[in-house]
């Protein structure tokens, strides 16, 4: 079993930035693909961003390239989230999650562990 806990959220001005955590406890002796999801309110969970086990490879959802990055210290089991120029439609639960493959991604049904989420909130 993974735990994984999300800390950084909460609430920024627009245009304003915010660094996210999500550190895995438990079985952490291998390593796992993470990736970043948000939900808003009264709408389905998205991917944002993830990186693959060795951090060689990342991802991002479009309208979020340039502005999330993502990053990971296997020595810490964390994986972080820099958002800058934030939106008042970034605001949302954001969770991290682990998988044990290295493909697909982007897709939240292939990863296993889930963390509680953290909630973000910009105002504009």
């Known amino acids: 079993q993974v735990q994984l806990v999300e800390s950084g959220g909460g609430l920024v001005q627009a245009g304003g930035s915010l660094r996210l955590s999500c550190t895995a406890s438990g079985r952490t002796s291998i390593s796992y693909a993470m990736g970043w999801f948000r939900q808003a309110p009264g709408k389905e969970r998205e991917f944002v961003a993830a990186?693959?086990?060795?951090?060689?490879?990342?991802y991002y959802t479009d309208s979020m390239k340039g502005r999330f990055t993502i990053s990971r210290d296997n020595a810490k089991n964390t994986v972080y989230l820099q958002m800058n120029t934030l939106k008042a439609e970034d605001t949302a639960v954001y969770y991290c999650?682990?998988?044990?493959?290295?493909?697909?991604?982007?897709?939240?049904?292939?990863?296993?562990?889930w963390g509680q989420g953290t909630q973000i909130t910009v105002s504009s």
């Open positions: 990186i693959t086990r060795t951090g060689t490879s990342t």
């Open positions: 999650a682990a998988t044990f493959g290295n493909y697909e991604l982007t897709e939240k049904q292939v990863y296993t562990y």
